[in-house]
Structure formats: structure tokens, C-alpha cells
């Protein structure tokens, strides 16, 4: 595996990588330290950028909704 970009957004952590298939995943860390992977696969990394920001948005809606 080969990280690719960490992104921090809204308390959340974004993290691109590349698997030893050389297909890019992501995985998204929450503000308390939990990992969320996913079973998507994307050819190239911007995919997995767009995708995984997609899921942090998600994410924080999810979070402000329960507030």
C-alpha cells in the first residue's frame, strides 16, 4: 500500500491510497479515531479524492443532523 494524500476536513481525516493491485481506495477517520474503509476501487486517484470527499460530506451531514 502506498498513501497517495491525508486531507483533514471538518474534523475528519481523508486518506487516498494505492493498494498492491495499484487500484486506489480511501479511507475516511473520524474525529474520535475510528477508520471507515470502504469497499470501492478507482482507477486513479483523483476518483478516490472526489468519492472520499463525497463520503466526508456525507458524513458531516450525518453528524450536524444529530446535533
Do not use: P
Not at 474503509?37 to 476518483?47: C, K
Amino acid at each position: 500500500m502506498k498513501i497517495q494524500s491525508v486531507i483533514g476536513i471538518n474534523g475528519y481525516t481523508l486518506v487516498i491510497y494505492r493498494s498492491l493491485d495499484h487500484l486506489y481506495r480511501f479511507s475516511i477517520i473520524d474525529f474520535s479515531g475510528i477508520a471507515f474503509n470502504f469497499d470501492s476501487i478507482f482507477l486513479t486517484a483523483e476518483e478516490a479524492d472526489f468519492k472520499g470527499r463525497a463520503a466526508v460530506k456525507i458524513a458531516c451531514d450525518f453528524d450536524h443532523n444529530r446535533y
